[in-house]
Every structure is written in C-alpha cells, then in structure tokens.
C-alpha cells in the first residue's frame, strides 16, 4: 500500500514580528505548514512577503483574545506586544492578549492535541535581586506598575500552562526569552538595541536611559529560534520554564559605544530619565538549556549587530 507523508502543521501566533517571521522562516524550511497568524498591531506584512507565495506558508489576520478554530499539531504562541512603548500603549489589550490569548490558544491545544509553547520572558523576574537568573528565581515583580500589564500577563500565562499541564496532561513548552535582537525587528520598535542603530546611522543623539549602568544580555534571532525549536522538540516530561538567552552582560552605556564604532557614527550619548521600574541587571542562567537542550548562544554581541545594522541601514 502507498504511503503517505504528513507535513506537521505549526500555528505560530504572533508570525508576522521580528521573532515570529524568522521563526515561520525556519519551520518552512524544515519542510512543516505554517499558519501565521498575527492582528498586526506591531508586526508587518513584509517581515513575511518572501514566504507568500510558498505553498507551505499561509497568514492570518486574527486577534488571539477571540478564539480560533484550526487544525495544528504544533502551536508557537509568540502574539504579543515586546517593547515596553508598544505594550504601554494599551495596557489592558496587552494583559488581554497575554492571559485571554494563552487561555485561547491552550482551549484549542487541548481540542485539537497539539503541543504548545509559549514566548515568555525574562521580565517574570521582574528588577531581580539574584544574578544571573536562574529558572528556580521566581523573581521581585511590580504588580501595579507601568510594566506590569506586560511582566503579570506573562507570569499568569505562564500559570495556565503549567494548570493545563497539570489538570489536563496538556504537553506544555514554557521558553523565558532574555534581551533579542536582529534583522526584522520593526525601526520604530522603540527598544535599545533598534533604537541606538537608527540614532547611530543617523548621526543624532544616542538616548541613554538612566545613568546607562544598567545591564542587559543580548542574544541573536537565528540563536533564539535554534533554541525554540530544540525546546519544542523536546521529550514530554521537558516542560520549562527554560531560559534561552545570551548570558553575555553589557551596560547601555557599552551597547552604545558598540554600535557607534560598529556604524562609524558621529552620534553623542545624552542621557535621559530612567523609565519606571527598569530592571537594574539582567543576564540568563542558561545551565538549564545547556544540559536539557544542548543548546547555547554560538553568535556573539558585534557579529549578530552586524547584520541587524545592515538591515536597519534599509530605514535611513
Ligand atoms: P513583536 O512585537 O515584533 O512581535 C509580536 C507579534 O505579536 C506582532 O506581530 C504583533 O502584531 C502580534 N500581536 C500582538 N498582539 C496580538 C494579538 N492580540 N493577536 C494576534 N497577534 C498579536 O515582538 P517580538 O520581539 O517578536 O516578540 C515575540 C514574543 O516573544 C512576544 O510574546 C514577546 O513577549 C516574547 N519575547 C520577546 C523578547 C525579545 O527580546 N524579542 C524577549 C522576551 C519575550
Ligand atoms: N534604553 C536606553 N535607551 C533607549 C531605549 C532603552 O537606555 O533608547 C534602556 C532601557 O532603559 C533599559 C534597556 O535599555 O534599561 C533595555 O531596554 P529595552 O526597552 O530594550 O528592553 P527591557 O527594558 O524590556 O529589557
């Protein structure tokens, strides 16, 4: 008798940002289906316009605080807003998307049998006192604050995965992303590592936030998605938390004199408030990954910048 091959289906939510269109990229690659979807509020059609007219590709405009009903064996949940202006725009659709778009997207896991990972973050450890951070550290997060709608709406994300792990056996992946930049990431994103580029090739000031002392680990897409991918293909009992970042630490203050040589830029630093409740020291324990996942960051700080400013230079 012939046999057939089935492709798996993947639902990435969120596909058309910076993380979700590199993400859609490589499982194309990897010969699955993807369906993207995304509402569009910070991603953009063109991060994906390569993949339209790829037969394995298909997109979505769709809000994940309303339910979905499709077919998939495998759900990347990555929809929502990162940079701290785009979820400080609308902190209530920003809770809404992390807590009512987790809830969604586990219903329709747990209908369909799929296996679900969700894009949480650093920030559920909120302005950490232990450094670096492991998974154990459940962090010193503001519940009221301007960050919150963005740091709780994760934490309680992450607290209906492990719900539905338990109460339902539903296979859960649960990936904290720390600090990641590159090719795709929206000009006007509003995060550093965007925003010293666009300064940087256009010689204008340099924003420092803060005395710029503060720390932050950075880690490459094409890194990232090697570990997101590994995460997902992961054995059962591997549920996460799991850290997947850069444990390379840096002060804004380094990141910008990086990016100035880098971009042989003509750029001074000024320094202006620090924005509420920013964390002092980030910087990833990534033990976890490592001996879980095998896997760990391969790109350092200037390779990876070197082509994030190349297609930044697309901009000015
Ligand atoms: P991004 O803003 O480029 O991508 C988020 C995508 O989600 C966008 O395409 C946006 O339009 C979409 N989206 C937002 N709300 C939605 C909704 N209600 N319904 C459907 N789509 C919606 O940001 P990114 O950096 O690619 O981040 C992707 C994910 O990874 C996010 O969940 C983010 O919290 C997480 N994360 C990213 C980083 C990082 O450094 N890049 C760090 C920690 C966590
Ligand atoms: N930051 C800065 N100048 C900018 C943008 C950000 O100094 O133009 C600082 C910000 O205060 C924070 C760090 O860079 O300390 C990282 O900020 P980002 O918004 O990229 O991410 P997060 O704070 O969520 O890690």
């Not at 591997?238 to 990086?258: H, K, S």
Request: aromatic share 10%; with cysteine; hydrophobic share 35%.
């Amino acid at each position: 008798m012939k046999k057939y091959h089935f492709n798996k289906r993947i639902l990435v939510t969120g596909g058309a940002g910076f993380l979700g269109s590199h993400l859609c990229e490589a499982l194309i690659k990897q010969d699955s289906d993807v369906l993207c979807v995304d509402n569009f509020f910070t991603g953009r059609r063109g991060n994906v316009a390569h993949l339209l007219d790829n037969p394995r590709f298909e997109i979505l405009r769709h809000d994940v605080t309303f339910p979905l009903f499709v077919e998939v064996d495998e759900i990347y949940n990555l929809a929502c807003p990162a940079s701290p202006i785009h979820y400080q725009h609308d902190p209530v659709q920003t809770t809404k998307t992390s807590v009512i778009g987790a809830i969604n997207m586990l219903g329709l896991a747990k209908r369909v049998g799929a296996k679900i990972l969700q894009a949480s973050t650093s920030e559920v450890y909120g302005d950490p006192d232990i450094h670096p951070q492991p998974e154990s550290y459940w962090g010193k997060v503001n519940p009221i604050g301007l960050r919150s709608c963005y740091d709780e709406g994760k934490r309680c994300a992450e607290t209906l995965f492990f719900d539905y792990n338990r109460q339902m056996n539903l296979p859960i992946k649960v990936a904290r992303i720390f600090n990641t930049y590159g090719p795709n990431m929206h000009p006007n994103d509003g995060r550093v590592v965007s925003n010293f580029i666009m300064q940087a090739l256009r010689n204008e000031p340099i924003t420092i936030y803060g005395s710029g002392e503060q720390t932050r680990s950075f880690c490459y897409a094409s890194d990232l998605i090697d570990g997101f991918i590994k995460l997902m293909d992961s054995p059962k009992e591997i549920t996460g938390p799991i850290n997947l970042g850069n444990p390379g630490e840096f002060t804004m203050i380094e990141l910008a004199q990086t990016v100035i040589d880098l971009t042989e830029s003509k750029s001074e630093l000024v320094f202006e408030a620090l924005p509420e409740d920013d964390p002092k020291q980030r910087k990833p324990d990534i033990s976890l990954a490592k001996a879980t996942l095998g896997w760990e960051p391969k790109v350092d700080l200037a390779a990876g910048l070197k082509p994030t400013i190349k297609y930044f230079r697309q901009y000015i």
